[in-house]
């Protein structure tokens, strides 16, 4: 058995209010998101900051549930990780999950263009995004990651590690101040 008491302190030190690993299903998703609504709410935080949070944490989440959907991953590769923290006045809503090598450049030039652009070209480009056409097999019109950086104080921090062969694990970090 694993010492949970020293994974206890981790987050205590790391400021982790919820965390969830495993496969996403729109009911943990839920589930998970009630409970964000309702911690924010008991600590009489501002309804923008929830909503902020809330909002973050369900594109996210959502982002990976497609991915894994549209690519029929195996049950190893189906993980995820999902944390939200808190620290210095700043939550820290953090997710992880396999991505395949081979859309690694493609995501990663679009997420160095979202953090590329200011408030006002964030806006700009989340208009241009809803007028394009959608592919006919798209499960979104790819509005997510351009509607998290309008939230975000500071951008979208993400990265890639090795798994194996055929698949990387892609982090993203988004940052909301608290208030």
Known sequence: MENLLKLHRIFNEKGVLISFNGPLSNS???EIGNAIKIYLQEEEREKGTISDIFSVYIEQTQNICNYISRHDLDEKHQSSI???SYHENKYHITSG???RKCDIPGLK???EHINSLDKEGLKQYHKEQRRRLREPDATSAGLGLIDIARRTDGGLLFRFEPMD???DFFSLQVTVRGT
């Open 28 to 30: 943990i998703i839920e």
């Open 82 to 84: 999902i944390l939200i």
């Open 97 to 99: 999950n396999s991505i």
């Open 109 to 111: 030039r679009r997420l």
């Open 165 to 167: 062969e055929e698949f």
